[in-house]
Structures are given as C-alpha cells and as structure tokens.
C-alpha cells in the first residue's frame, strides 16, 4: 500500500476515535450552496462492522480517484486498503466472517450506454491477503474463464441481497438465466467457497426469481413466477425437499400478497400481510408448518403500510427498522433500546438509525444520523464506555442551515380522498406566498420518498421555491384503497390530486398561485406534460426528463425503441393497472401528451437519456417535435451515455444548472424582471 492510498483511506475515515465536537449553529449564507455541493459524488461510500466488532470496513474515493475499500483496525486506528482498480471503483461490500469481506465493482464514472463491465465478484481478507476473483466482468451469457486452473463463475453472477451468519469463508450467490431476448426468466443460486471458488447449485423449485436465507444462512425460501401468480416454496430443513406453501397473483391491489420479510433464529417467519379486512400490510408471524398465518399482527404502523426490515445478530431479533412518515428504528430487546436512547441523547438533532454486528458481545454499533437538513453522519457507539465517534459526513459541502426545513403532510382531493405529501420551505426569508414547484414521482405505483434531506428536492427549495411532493393516488405505501384508487387514472383522477395539492398549498397561503411550475422524471415527466395540457391556469412552466410521452409507446415503442418492460407486466398487469391500447384507446388519446401537445403553450424543459431502455429516447423526440409545431419555448436536453436518470456528474451539474436558469426565468427572480 502506497503512501498516498494511506492518506486517502485514512482522511475518508476521519480518524474514528476522534470524538464529535459540539459545533456551534452555522449562519445562514447570502450565497446559494452550488450545485456540486447536491450533485458532487461523494467521497464516502458507506461503512460495515465486521462481525466482532473490532474492523471497520469503508468504501472511499477522492477526486480524481477510483472508490477504493480500506478497513480500519478500531485498536490502534490503523488503516489497510485490501482493493482499489485503476478502471474500475468498488461496488458493494460485506463482511462474510471476522476475518474476510466479497464485493463487486462498479463504473461510476461511465454512464449506462457506455457500460464496459459486469460487476464481478471477489473475496479478500482484511489484511489484503488471500485475494480471490470469483466471478468475470466480462464475457457473453455461456462464458466462463478460469484463472490459475480455478474456475471463473460467469459475469451473471451476483452477491445476494442478504448477509447469512458472517462466520464462515462459504456464501451464496446468484446466476441469471436469461431468455433470447435478453430478459431474466430464472435465477440460480450457488453455495461458493470464497476461497477455492467451488459451488454447488441448489436445486430450484421452478421458475425461481428470489431467494431467501434463513438466519443460519442456509436457502428456506424460494419465489417462482409463471404468467401473473406468485409462489412461495419452503424448503425442509432435514430433507431439503421443496414443497409450495403458497400462491398469488403477481399483479392487481396486493391484498392477497405475502411478502416474506426474515426468519428468526429460532425459526419464525416473519411476513407482511394484510389480514382481517385492514387496509394496510402490517408484520406478522407464518407458521411454516401450517402453512397459516397469525392473524394477530406484531406490529401495525397506522395510516401506513409496514415497509421494513428486521434488525437481528446471531441470536435472535432486537427489533426492526421501518418507514413511516420517515425511516427509524423500533427495538423489541431491553438493552437496545437503552442504547438508542443513549445515542439520541448524544445526537439530538437527528434520526439515529443503529446497525448491530452479528457477534452477541460486540461493543459497538454503527449509528447513521439524518434530518431533512442533514445528509447524512455515519458514526460508531461504544456501549460500555458511552463514547460516540464519528466516521464521516455524506456530503460535508452541505451547510445545514441553508437547507429547507421539511413537514409531512395530508391534503383532501376534490373526491375526498386523503393525499399524504411531503412540504419543504426554503431556509430564510418569507414562508408565505412562494414560487412553488410541485415535484411528482415516477412509478408511478411506487412510494415517492419519506421524510430526510433529498439533494433534488433541497436543491430546488435552496433556490428559493416551496416544493410539494404528492403521493398521489395509485402511489404504494398507504393501503391498498389509496393505491387502488390509482388503477386507469393516468391523466385523470392522478392528475387531479397534484392540481388538488396545488390549490391547497394556494389555499393556505404557501404557494403564489401565480407562480407555480411542475416537475418530474418517468412517470413525473408524463404528469409534467398532463398537468400543462389538463391544468393550464395553474402551472406557468414544465420541466420533464425521462418521461413518457404516449401511454401506447410503453407497449410498443417500435423495433428500433423497445423498453425493458417485462412481457408479463404488459399482459397482466398493465391492462388492470394502466390500461389497454384497445379497449381504452379513447382514453389512451385524451390522456396522451403527444396526441394533446398542440394545447401546450407553457415553456417547458425537456432531457432525455439516449440509451434509455426503460423510456426511451423516441418518447422525447417525438413529443418535442409535435410540441416545437406550436410551442417556441422548448428546451430540449439528450445525454447520448445516459439511461434512466443521470448517473454522471458532469450531466447533473448541467441538467439542474439548466433547471437552475429554466426555473428562474418563468417563476424566481428572473420572472420578475421581465
């Protein structure tokens, strides 16, 4: 390890046993945060005990520098990078036991049309030692290498989306089996020693897509998909049979789903699910053997559906960590929640979400702190002596007291129906009759956000601007008769809850009603594009990036134009949930932004990626044509590299300096002098 490396690692990590200062309230600048303090990628990429406690692994990067993986001896302080690539970054990590970690890479640097790599796969010890490569980066669909006469798994090979008992040197991994046409139609899993790169499959039950672990970290659960259903398989934990022990349909309201959320170490299944007419997925405990569930649910989070995770070590399941208006921890285990009051105490400006080893004994946790101003400060909690130190700021450029302050809200639409919201206000100055932006989300059957700083919306309300975020009907996350309620509205009672909101926040005095703009990317774009066409009186500009232009082009884009939109998803779920191009083609017509664009005469921003397989580019192009007949005020943007969203610096800081300007001439201070 290089000098330079060392000092790199070791000012990523500040230091850990430092402890965390009092810092007194920084004043509000005149000068608005640049853009690159939002958009800038951040030189902290996360941090992970090791399963005793003593290690902490960090993934880095510097300007100028590829991300690197160090690990930090908490004895002494003393810091090792066990990987770093000069054409490539560090991906995800994991510790799998004390002594050893996998991880992948990524191109941060490199947008998606330009994509050279697969992730790969590789295991390390923490002293850099006994290196490994497990799976290729490169390599068409049949290939595998070998490196030394060692195998080399395929580049479809990927880490598990779960971290099994971290005490041994063997994992699980995953393969993709894939069709002719390129999309996914089964997933393998691999037992691999991490060491000799030898695997055994696991016999599948099916078209299985998902896998689930037990707390022993051996497979127990498996999940097949065939046409619109889903079926769970339990496996036996004597004879390794699999036998079904339930089904439902993939697509439609969810009421019938039941999501598999962890085993306990002694065995439980924890489930989500809705039971006895509620309207909302609440916890629950599922008796394998039965096949049944308790109708008695262990936790209910009111007004919302549980969305969360168990938190657990080796023995058993200290609590879960879930989002309501926002993300915190609940703990079930006494001396835990002993330990989160003691961590608020310290930090009492901030959710403290706390992240346990997997070892019992284990001294210390990880603590992630975050409030609607504040990013983001990892930090680590020593439980016997009361000590908190700090690891490392999210993004440091950031002044908390320029960022907007944040509320969750509900709003009544015009029929009645409840429409939670999140407000943010800009720091400073008036707090009544605001250029307001309405920021929709994409989806659009999805949960938007919840309470905590989010780089767009505070780079916005840093400009100035309220910003209101709906989750308008069809939006997941408030029970199944708000989500419901979404089904073929696209353009229409969708639409109506964002106009709805608007003449709230007007209403209360919030919003100058005369400058108001609406803003999104996919399906925020499409809503971008009705809100102009439906709403005209209420938005004085649009600004659409990624968004779909013609509901018809989602199911046939063309040859040249095809999306990655699963075959199924357009036979089963999309008729019941958007729509069908026959029976509804009216429908399809009225709300279709390319067919209407002519009613357009609002300045209205357009970008598009040019290697967008989930919208593509055709969705932008056409539309600005159509709009460019009768609209002058088009600004139209293409990033040829980039996808579904911006992954390069370079083109956020051009895309929000463009939203900067656009924004500025048509609702800020730039409208006024015109």
Request: hydrophobic share 40%.
């Amino acid at each position: 390890m290089t000098s330079v490396f060392f000092r790199l690692a070791f000012a990523a990590v500040l230091a850990c046993s430092l402890p965390v200062q009092a810092q007194a309230p920084a004043s509000t600048a005149s000068a608005r945060p640049p853009i690159a303090s939002f958009f800038a990628n951040s030189p902290f990429g996360g941090a992970s005990l090791s399963p005793d406690a003593r290690f902490l692994a960090v993934r880095s990067g510097a300007p100028g520098k590829r991300d690197f993986l160090a690990v930090v001896n908490l004895q002494d302080n003393s810091v090792k990078v066990v990987a770093s690539y000069d054409d490539a970054d560090v991906g995800e990590f994991r510790w799998i036991s004390n002594e050893r970690l996998v991880f992948n890479t990524r191109e941060k640097g490199v947008g998606v049309g330009n994509r050279r790599y697969a992730p790969g796969l590789y295991a390390v010890n923490r002293d850099g030692e006994k290196f490994v490569e497990l799976a290729d980066r490169v390599g068409s669909v049949h290939r595998t290498g070998t490196r030394v006469g060692r195998k080399i798994l395929p580049w479809h090979t990927y880490l598990l989306d779960q971290p099994g008992p971290r005490n041994s040197d063997t994992i699980y991994v995953e393969s993709y089996n894939f069709d002719t046409s390129g999309e996914v139609r089964s997933v393998d899993l691999l037992r691999l020693n991490t060491l000799t790169g030898f695997t055994q499959s696991v016999p599948r039950p099916g078209n299985v897509t998902g896998w689930m672990l037990d707390h022993q970290g051996e497979p127990r659960l498996a999940s097949s998909f065939e046409k619109d259903t889903i079926t769970l398989h339990y496996r036996d934990p004597a004879s390794g049979a699999w036998r079904m022990l339930t089904s439902y349909p993939a697509y439609g309201d969810g009421s019938r789903a039941l999501q598999p959320l962890g085993f306990a170490p002694d065995g439980k299944l924890y489930v989500l699910a809705r039971s006895g007419g509620r309207d909302t997925t609440a916890l629950h405990l599922f008796d394998v053997a039965s096949g049944r569930i308790d109708p008695q649910p262990l936790v209910v989070t009111a007004g919302f559906d549980f969305d969360g995770s168990l938190v657990t070590n080796r023995d058993k399941v200290l609590g879960i960590r879930f989002t309501t208006d926002a993300e915190s921890n609940e703990w079930f285990d006494p001396a835990m929640k002993t330990v989160q009051a003691a961590v608020d105490k310290l930090l009492p400006a901030t959710i403290n979400l706390i992240t346990v080893p997997a070892q019992v004994d284990s001294p210390v946790v990880l603590v992630r702190s975050y409030s609607d101003t504040i990013p983001g400060t990892w930090s680590l909690y020593n439980i016997q002596t009361g000590a908190i130190s700090k690891i490392a700021d999210l993004r440091p450029g950031i002044n908390p007291a320029q960022m907007g302050r944040q509320q969750f809200i509900r709003y009544k639409a015009r029929d009645g129906l409840e429409i939670p919201a999140l407000l943010t206000l800009p720091a400073g100055g008036a707090k009544t009759k605001l250029p307001m932006v309405v920021l929709v989300h994409g989806g659009p059957f999805v949960r938007g956000g919840s309470w905590g700083w989010n780089r767009e919306t505070q780079f916005v309300a840093s400009r100035g601007y309220a910003v209101l975020e709906p989750e308008f009907r069809g939006s997941t996350g408030f029970g199944t008769k708000h989500f419901k309620a979404g089904f073929k509205q696209w353009g229409l009672a969708m639409q109506d809850d964002l106009a709805d909101g608007v003449r709230w926040a007007v209403g209360k005095g919030i919003a100058d009603g005369a400058r108001v703009c609406i803003a999104g990317a996919s399906y925020g774009g499409y809503a971008t594009l009705m809100g102009l066409v439906k709403d005209p009186e209420l938005y004085k500009c649009g600004i659409n990036w990624v968004g779909v232009t013609d509901i018809n082009l989602l199911y046939n884009g063309g040859w040249n134009f095809s999306n990655d939109t699963s075959d199924e998803y357009k036979a089963y779920g999309m008729p019941e949930m958007i729509g069908d191009p026959v029976k509804d083609a009216a429908q399809f017509k009225a709300t279709s932004p390319l067919a209407q664009a002519a009613r357009i005469t609002q300045p209205v921003l357009l970008a598009y990626g040019g290697a967008d397989r989930r919208v593509p580019v055709n969705h932008g192009t056409a539309f600005r044509d159509a709009l460019q007949k009768t609209n002058k005020n088009v600004e139209w943007v293409e990033y040829p590299e980039e996808g579904h969203g911006w992954s390069l610096e370079k083109n956020n800081f051009d895309f929000w300096g463009r939203v900067e300007r656009f924004l500025d001439r048509h609702i800020g201070a730039g409208a006024a002098k015109q």
